[in-house]
């Protein structure tokens, strides 16, 4: 129950194109879902991050839309860049700071 | 601010021996986690503290351990390294429960 699975392993996406990874979890007592970035070498980024009291949630080229019912949510990369070629976890919390983590997506983006 | 920082950030080691590596938070958070990341597991949850107390641990063995100072700072211990304890280890801070946590660059470890 304390799991959350993330698919795909990898993704091949063409510059410009969209980048979709996909995320879900059982425990209904998470209130608090994350993306991180991690490029080879570095510690984790927040990317951005929601909360189950909204659907949607956008910055910049990255959106997270969040199906409470279902119990999924995932990452929308527009405009794909190389620069976005990465690894992306998905993550989930409840109401301590242990973060659980997906496994991981790795993204390559190709000009 | 300056973000979290990690020493070392490299280590070997030999099977038996002990280490210790330490992680300075962000200015002003009080909690920080630890977590290991393995290309097979991921990353997985090792502890948290905040405010010296550890609030949280994960399915470690007692080998793991760790401890917080009053200014924040934290160190974990693994003693009696096995190979399989060869991972990046990550710490992260945030200002407390419910707060954005980040992370620092990890310190590699390769147990030989």
């Known amino acids: 129950q304390q799991q959350v699975k993330q698919s795909p392993q990898s993704l091949i996406v063409q510059k410009g194109g969209i980048s979709i990874i996909n995320c879900a979890y059982e425990?209904?007592?998470?209130?608090?879902f994350p993306w991180y970035q991690q490029f080879p070498g570095k510690g984790p980024a927040l990317l951005i991050a929601i909360r189950p009291d909204v659907s949607e949630k956008k910055e910049g080229r990255f959106t997270i839309s969040f199906n409470k019912s279902a119990k999924q949510f995932s990452l929308h990369i527009m405009d794909s860049q190389p620069g976005d070629s990465a690894t992306y976890f998905c993550a989930a919390r409840g109401n301590t700071d242990k973060l659980i983590f997906g496994t991981g997506t790795r993204l390559q983006v190709f000009p | 601010k300056a973000g979290v920082t990690q020493t070392p950030r490299y280590l070997i080691k030999t099977r038996g021996q002990q280490v210790t590596l330490s992680c300075s938070p962000i200015?002003?958070?009080?909690?920080v986690s630890w977590y290991q990341q393995t290309p097979g597991q991921g990353l997985q949850f090792l502890f948290e503290?905040?405010?010296?107390?550890?609030?949280n641990k994960g399915n470690f063995p007692g080998r793991f351990s760790g401890r917080q100072f009053s200014n924040s700072r934290s160190e974990m211990n693994v003693s009696t390294l096995e190979l399989g304890d060869s991972a990046l280890y990550l710490c992260?801070?945030?200002?407390?429960?419910?707060?954005?946590?980040?992370f620092g660059p990890g310190t590699r470890l390769l147990v030989l």
């Open positions: 425990n209904t007592a998470f209130d608090y």
């Open positions: 992260a801070s945030s200002g407390g429960t419910g707060e954005t946590q980040y």
């Open positions: 503290y905040f405010s010296e107390t550890q609030r």
């Open positions: 200015s002003g958070h009080r909690s």
